[in-house]
């Protein structure tokens, strides 16, 4: 009979919660990596369109700013495969874990970026009215931020707070 049962209830061993836990970060990376790999296809079709050189100097240095977001995106996505490949055989799957789910993290944050800059380079150029823009894609950040970041947080945050409370009686 196994005596590691983890906090969370479950009955596996530090290798076993680690090979789980990064089966479970790569189908996260699937996700958000379909994801900004589309918007940046998208997007370095943009310069070729010969609207482009319409933009104005602000917009076309937007799309600047949101082509390189997007790069960067997608390269801290992709940087725990390359860190798993680098890394594996060498019996540190707990650090590699903890590793890939901090790019991992910084890449969906930098996808938050991307998105909400690209939102806004094509709602300026939508619209041609950049009074209500701003606000749009404020919101739209908002919505991003909450429902990406601070309900996992809250959550996550009372679930330790009922853990310590427990220990406690």
């Not at 699937?30 to 310069?47: D, N, S, Y």
């Given at each position: 009979?196994?005596?590691?049962?983890?906090?969370?209830?479950?009955?596996?061993?530090?290798?076993?919660?680690?090979?789980?836990?990064?089966?479970?970060?790569?189908?996260?990376?699937?996700?958000?990596?379909?994801?900004v790999q589309i918007l940046f296809g998208f997007?370095?079709?943009?310069?070729?369109?010969?609207?482009?050189?319409?933009?104005?100097?602000?917009?076309?240095?937007?799309?600047?700013?949101?082509?390189?977001?997007?790069?960067?995106?997608?390269?801290?996505?992709?940087?725990?495969?390359?860190?798993?490949?680098?890394?594996?055989?060498?019996?540190?799957?707990p650090q590699a874990v903890l590793w890939a789910?901090?790019?991992?993290?910084?890449?969906?944050?930098?996808?938050?970026?991307?998105?909400?800059?690209?939102?806004?380079?094509?709602?300026?150029?939508?619209?041609?009215d950049d009074g209500y823009v701003p606000w749009?894609?404020?919101?739209?950040?908002?919505?991003?931020?909450?429902?990406?970041?601070?309900?996992?947080?809250?959550?996550?945050?009372?679930?330790?707070?009922?853990?310590?409370?427990?220990?406690?009686?």
């Amino acid at each position: 009979m196994r005596t590691d049962t983890q906090p969370d209830g479950r009955d596996e061993s530090a290798h076993e919660r680690a090979d789980r836990m990064w089966g479970d970060l790569l189908q996260e990376i699937r996700v958000a990596q379909t994801g900004v790999q589309i918007l940046f296809g998208f997007l370095l079709t943009v310069v070729f369109q010969p609207t482009y050189r319409q933009l104005s100097q602000a917009d076309q240095t937007l799309y600047m700013v949101t082509i390189v977001l997007g790069a960067t995106a997608i390269g801290t996505l992709i940087a725990p495969v390359a860190f798993h490949r680098i890394v594996s055989g060498q019996r540190i799957k707990p650090q590699a874990v903890l590793w890939a789910s901090r790019l991992t993290m910084l890449g969906l944050f930098l996808l938050l970026v991307t998105m909400t800059s690209s939102l806004l380079l094509v709602l300026r150029t939508a619209t041609r009215d950049d009074g209500y823009v701003p606000w749009i894609v404020a919101g739209v950040a908002a919505l991003y931020i909450f429902s990406w970041f601070v309900i996992p947080m809250v959550i996550r945050l009372r679930k330790s707070a009922d853990t310590d409370a427990g220990a406690e009686d």
